[in-house]
């Protein structure tokens, strides 16, 4: 099992710019998670997934947008990118609502000029 | 108040040390806690679960204390390995995981 991976892992945007990341996994997990880790902020929860077809807001979600059409796929948008949006992205999935271990993806450090 | 408190540190300490990392968070309806652990430049991995009674993984000791909302971290003998950020992380119900914005050790050799 790849376990979840995330692409790309670097990228560089110019403000106003729009992208797609990707996140995978293969583990069959029910739920997923975006996460943005900044210096000082510890992880903030941006959307989540309790399943395919479902999205939720997490805690700082503006400015982003989910989509999860494929259970095993959880892709976050940035439609407009701005310099506040630097930062590093990290995907999780959990197998159900029983288990409580989230597993991670190495994340993507993208950078907004 | 934030929902999940921590120190962030640093704690430098020499190897064979004994470390202490203390967690409060502010919702009683908290079930379920445990402790990760972050290398640097990597993401989040689960170090071990948090029980009632307290637990033990090797070197590794985790408490709680429920009335004082209250967790613990507390590792022996450390080891130029442990190295990394500690986060405390914290569940109600099914709602998301509430990671603590972690405490950084530094082991020294």
């Known amino acids: 099992n790849a376990g979840v991976t995330q692409t790309p892992k670097f990228r560089v945007l110019k403000t106003g710019q729009s992208m797609t990341l990707l996140c995978a996994q293969d583990m069959n997990h029910e739920y997923m998670y975006w996460y943005r880790q900044d210096p000082g902020m510890g992880l903030r929860l941006i959307h989540y997934s309790v399943g395919e077809g479902t999205t939720a807001k997490g805690e700082v979600p503006d400015g982003y947008n989910v989509s999860r059409l494929k259970k095993q796929n959880f892709l976050l948008g940035l439609e407009s990118a701005a310099p506040s949006q630097t930062s590093v992205y990290f995907c999780?999935?959990?197998?159900?609502?029983?288990?409580?271990?989230?597993?991670f993806g190495p994340g993507t450090r993208l950078t907004v000029l | 108040r934030k929902e999940v408190e921590q120190d962030p540190g640093p704690f430098n300490v020499p190897e064979g040390a004994t470390v202490a990392f203390n967690c409060t968070y502010s919702n009683s309806a908290s079930q379920s806690f445990f402790w990760y652990r972050q290398d640097c430049r990597k993401e989040p991995k689960l170090l071990m679960s948090?029980?009632?009674s307290g637990n033990e993984d090797g070197r590794f000791t985790a408490q709680l204390n429920r009335a004082s909302q209250y967790i613990s971290l507390l590792i022996r003998d450390s080891k130029l390995s442990d190295s990394a950020t500690y986060l405390c992380v914290v569940k109600k119900g099914n709602t998301p995981l509430v990671f603590g914005k972690g405490t950084r050790l530094s082991v020294i050799a």
């Open positions: 999780a999935s959990r197998p159900t609502v029983e288990r409580n271990e989230q597993f």
């Open positions: 948090v029980y009632s």
